[in-house]
Structures are given as structure tokens and as C-alpha cells.
């Protein structure tokens, strides 16, 4: 038999926590692992290759994956992109999104993209499509190309930035085309 004070105890406890919701508010029950990741990897690395020589690499200082989700969430990101094998572009994010099926990979804030040329694409928001073997966005974006400054929204480019095209409200001046490359269609 239950002791009659140890019942009041248990009744004055129930009573409080009851009390404490005050106005009668909601008490959540989740459970313990909703909202948490399912798994955390510190120093996350993947990279793509054919005939074992590297498309591209990416990076991140942690990466966390969540229940019932097909996404990798990566934190700190750097993706290297390579031509013949040759590192040819570094991307840099705070964070990133990765499918862990197709590795479309959507980079986001302050991402920016620097070739070996120096030419620089930055952006709050970039897709990688390794099936098009493109990056692409509808944010704003400003490219860079030694003193030439283009800025618009909406863009693609090849990951080596040889071939950048700004879709909407484009600023900046474009280089001057000799004679000789008209003649040629350039």
C-alpha cells in the first residue's frame, strides 16, 4: 500500500505541472529525435571521377543528415572543379544541400566561385547540376573578369566560368569585339 503522503507528493507534482502551463497553454510532447539529425559527419569529403580522373570534389567541415530525408546538409563547403583533370574553379559557402542520389548540390550564402584566371561569379545562392555539368541560379549575381563588372539576376555558366550568361536586368560593359572577330561570328 502506497503511503498517503508519498500520494499527495505525487498529486502536488502533477498539480504543479499543470499549473505551470498558466493560461492554459499547449505542452508540446515531441519525440526525442525529431528535429535532430539522424547522423553527424565532422570533415565531410566526396568526389566524382571518370576513368579515375577527378570532375570535381566537394567539401565540408560538417555535414548532417535528418531521418526520412534524401538531403545532406553540409556546413562550411569548398568544391573544387577540374578540367582534364586540372583543378580549374574553387567554390566556396556557408552551407550547402547536397541530394545524396543525383548530388545536385544548391550552395548558399555568400558563395562564391573563383577560376584559375582569377575570374570571380558571387552569389547568395548557386545549383550545381553534375548531370549538366553546370552551375546555375535566379539570384542576383556579379562576375568579375579582371576590371570588368557584370551584375543581373538569374544565370548559367560551365564550372570553369569560360562561359557566363546573366538572364535578367544585366549591368555592366561588355568587351569591345575586334572587326576580325565579327567577321568570324564571335
Avoid at 497553454?25 to 519525440?31: H, N, R
Avoid at 574553379?89 to 584566371?117: H, I, M, P
Avoid at 556579379?142 to 570553369?160: K, S
Amino acid at each position: 500500500m502506497v503511503p498517503q503522503s508519498l500520494r499527495y507528493a505525487v498529486l502536488s507534482l502533477l498539480w504543479l505541472a499543470v499549473a505551470a502551463c498558466g493560461d492554459g497553454g499547449d505542452i508540446e510532447v515531441t519525440s526525442a529525435g525529431e528535429g535532430y539529425p539522424e547522423q553527424e559527419t565532422e570533415v565531410y569529403h566526396t568526389r566524382q571521377t571518370r576513368a579515375g580522373v577527378p570532375v570535381w570534389e566537394l567539401w565540408g567541415d560538417r555535414a548532417e543528415s535528418y531521418p526520412g530525408e534524401n538531403t545532406m546538409l553540409l556546413h562550411g563547403v569548398r568544391m573544387h572543379f577540374y578540367q582534364d583533370g586540372e583543378r580549374a574553379a574553387v567554390l566556396t559557402a556557408e552551407s550547402a544541400v547536397v541530394d545524396q542520389q543525383t548530388e545536385f548540390t544548391t550552395a548558399s550564402g555568400d558563395v562564391v566561385v573563383v577560376n584559375k584566371d582569377g575570374d570571380r561569379l558571387e552569389s547568395e545562392v548557386l545549383n550545381w547540376d553534375p548531370s549538366a555539368q553546370s552551375i546555375e541560379t535566379e539570384e542576383f549575381v556579379e562576375f568579375t573578369r579582371g576590371d570588368q563588372i557584370l551584375t543581373g539576376y538569374g544565370m548559367d555558366t560551365d564550372p570553369e566560368l569560360a562561359n557566363v550568361r546573366i538572364h535578367r536586368q544585366f549591368q555592366g560593359d561588355l568587351p569591345a569585339t575586334s572587326e576580325a572577330e565579327e567577321a568570324e561570328g564571335r
